[in-house]
């Protein structure tokens, strides 16, 4: 089983970026996933979740109104659309699929994990 995130990149602050995670090995449409972030010196967070269906998605307060996630489960891929970027939106992202299939923040009920893209944002 495999998350392979990419899509990120060097941008400036006001800028976008989408990230894309694409899964292999099994199929993850009746599980939630999620996008979390971990900067340099800093714990990883939680920044978006989004249920089996897509129906319903959650955000960090942080990013709430400018990232969008959603799923495509013909593909096996979550994608997160990253608008008005910030410097401190500088990390690098993973990817994760839930044990569950509702809206999931908390990171111990991710099984499986991406590698992580870097995302950086220059002032």
């Known amino acids: 089983v495999q998350l392979q995130a990419s899509g990120g990149g060097l941008v400036q602050t006001g800028g976008s970026l989408r990230l894309s995670c694409a899964a292999s090995g099994r199929t993850f449409s009746t599980n939630a996933l999620g996008w979390f972030r971990q900067a340099p010196g800093k714990e990883r967070e939680f920044v978006a979740s989004i249920n089996w269906t897509g129906s319903s998605t959650y955000y960090a307060d942080s990013v709430k109104g400018r990232f969008t996630i959603s799923r495509d489960n013909a593909k096996n891929t979550v994608y997160l659309q990253m608008n008005s970027l910030k410097p401190e939106d500088t990390a690098v992202y993973y990817c994760?699929?839930?044990?569950?299939?509702?809206?999931?923040?908390?990171?111990?009920?991710?099984?499986?994990w991406g590698q992580g893209t870097q995302v950086t944002v220059s002032s």
């Open positions: 994760a699929a839930a044990t569950l299939p509702s809206l999931v923040v908390g990171s111990h009920l991710y099984k499986y």
